[in-house]
């Protein structure tokens, strides 16, 4: 069908909506009335507003994460590969293997949240080097984010809050998601992704842009991505139906009785165009891609994961981090909650 010039801005206004709502909200109504002030994304937004916004969206629960609240930690080591060496002079990709201290989690700051639902889910990976150093390696199930910036991604959660009589309001949301475009591709994705089957069969993304750098200081800039040596694989109707809320866990420590549950690591090396600050923008799939190494998990369970803040700014020397405004806003987020977490806040 051919668009007419006059239809191409409502048609797309509305295909924006259904693309990332999937819900019959009144796309007439919210979708083609112009960008009203609730549709903006703040100004500036601090990491103690994301705090509280959690806080407000997911309740007070003293002593946890105040997003991925839910998970479970496990012990493996990474095996690097070579590859990167044509990139990096970083002296951990030379070793054979370093201990991995790892947490699989879900999104959110519900720390019962029902494993069976679609939606986020993520990976914390730190590896320690020879000399103290660590690399932490923190990523989703999702390539791109919710936005190309904290105060996007803030403005959308706002729009989940419930209105005034305590009622969620789909319409607010819709409209937020069709006046800020930068939301609807990480939406989008969600909408068309089971909830994985285990946390073993889920890929995880680091979404950010990262560089390589070598002896001469030249930067090679990469995203990564953590495959799963099993394969992807989403929980069917059928599991989703009869499975309990909780079996995350214990189908991981059933799955690593069998054998290591393991998974590789690669990094997309990206073009001058692809971008370096906007985590909503994905780069072409036809970047070329390089193998950084194997993790390989070999048990699961206990508390070590609870004195570990898995800040990805965290890198070890040969690896840098970008300016992506999301990636700076993660390092006093999660700070603020690290704290807070460790003083039963
Ligand atoms: C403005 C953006 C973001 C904010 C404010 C934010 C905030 C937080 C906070 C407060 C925590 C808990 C930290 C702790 O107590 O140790 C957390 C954990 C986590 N976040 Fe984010 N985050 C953001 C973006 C992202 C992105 C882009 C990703 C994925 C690429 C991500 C993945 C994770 C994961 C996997 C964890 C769990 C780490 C663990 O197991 O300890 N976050 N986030």
């Known amino acids: 069908m051919k668009i007419h010039q006059q239809q191409a801005p409502t048609l797309a206004k509305r295909f924006a909506c259904k693309l990332a709502t999937g819900v019959s909200i009144s796309l007439a109504l919210v979708c083609t009335s112009s960008v009203s002030l609730a549709q903006k994304a703040p100004e500036s937004v601090s990491a103690n507003d994301f705090i509280e916004l959690f ?14 609240a839910r998970g479970v930690c496990a012990q493996g080591v990474f095996k690097p590969a070579k590859d990167a060496l044509q990139y990096s002079n970083a002296s951990f ?26 939606g986020t889910r993520g990976i914390g990976i730190q590896l320690s080097l020879p000399g103290g150093d660590k690399y932490n390696i923190t990523g989703n199930n999702s390539p791109v984010f919710t936005g190309k910036n904290p105060e996007t991604f803030f ?39 089971p909830a994985p089957a285990s946390f073993s069969r889920s890929d995880y993304f680091g979404i950010h842009t990262f560089f390589f750098e070598n002896e001469q200081g030249e930067q090679t800039k990469f995203r990564w991505h953590l495959s799963p040596d099993a394969g992807v694989l989403g929980l069917s109707e059928e599991e989703s139906k009869t499975l309990p809320p909780t079996f995350l866990e214990e189908r991981l420590t059933s799955e690593l009785a069998e054998g290591t549950v393991s998974f590789t690591l690669s990094a997309a090396i990206g073009n001058e165009q692809d971008s370096v600050i906007d985590p909503s923008q994905q780069w072409p799939e036809e970047r070329p891609v390089i193998t950084l190494g194997t993790l390989e998990i070999n048990q699961a369970g206990g508390d070590a994961c609870t004195a570990i803040n898995f800040d990805p700014n965290v890198v070890p020397s040969g690896i ?13 987020a999660y700070g ?5 977490r460790l003083s039963q806040q």
Do not use: C
């Open 55 to 68: 806080a407000k969206l997911g309740g007070q629960h003293p002593g946890m994460r105040k997003a991925h």
């Open 93 to 118: 990709l030379t070793q054979q293997s370093l201990p991995a201290q790892v947490r699989f989690s879900l999104g959110g700051p519900n720390p019962v949240a029902d494993e069976r639902t679609p």
């Open 155 to 193: 403005g959308f959660l706002q729009t989940l809050l419930p209105d005034e009589n305590g009622q969620a309001n789909p319409a607010k949301t819709g409209a937020y998601i069709a006046a800020n475009p930068s939301v609807q591709p990480a939406l989008a994705y969600a909408r068309s992704n």
């Open 320 to 332: 840098k981090t970008s300016d992506d405004p999301v990636l700076k806003m993660r390092s006093p």
């Open 336 to 340: 603020i909650s690290f704290g807070k």
